[in-house]
């Protein structure tokens, strides 16, 4: 995985691994969720890669557009010295916090790319389009 470079200096975000049709995310508790052109759309997958190629807006994208979206998760628990991953399903919404399952929030509403811009850019599309730019 690589370093994420977090320009914003706020995100939970620590590293990300690129790959064919996916994006593994890892966060500050050490869990790694993987997001796929399948759970969570092409179009989404390939925003998250170029957020995190950038090191700026991914944690904030996925929060607002494919939190629950993700394909699996690893959450890192502590067993004697040694860090150990318990491998999830989607369904499995493991609460830290208060070390049992929660149920899933079904009510998440999928907002679209133009939200986005919106949100992010205050709909300046040519500004999005140079955020996006490998340049």
Do not use: H
């Amino acid at each position: 995985m690589q370093r994420y470079l977090n320009l914003s200096g706020n995100s939970n975000i620590i590293a990300y691994e690129n790959g064919y049709g996916y994006i593994k995310v890892q966060f500050s508790d050490y869990s790694i969720y993987t997001y796929t052109y399948q759970s969570a759309g092409k179009e989404n997958v390939e925003i998250m890669m170029e957020c995190a190629n950038r090191g700026w807006g991914l944690n904030g994208f996925i929060n607002r557009y494919c939190k629950y979206s993700y394909s699996s998760k690893q959450r890192p628990y502590e067993r004697s010295s040694s860090r150990y991953y318990r491998q999830s399903s989607k369904n499995d919404d493991y609460d830290s916090n208060n070390d049992n399952y929660a149920s899933r929030r079904e009510d998440d509403d999928r907002e679209t790319l133009a939200d986005y811009v919106n949100d992010m850019f205050d709909g300046n599309w040519q500004l999005y389009e140079d955020n996006m730019s490998d340049d």
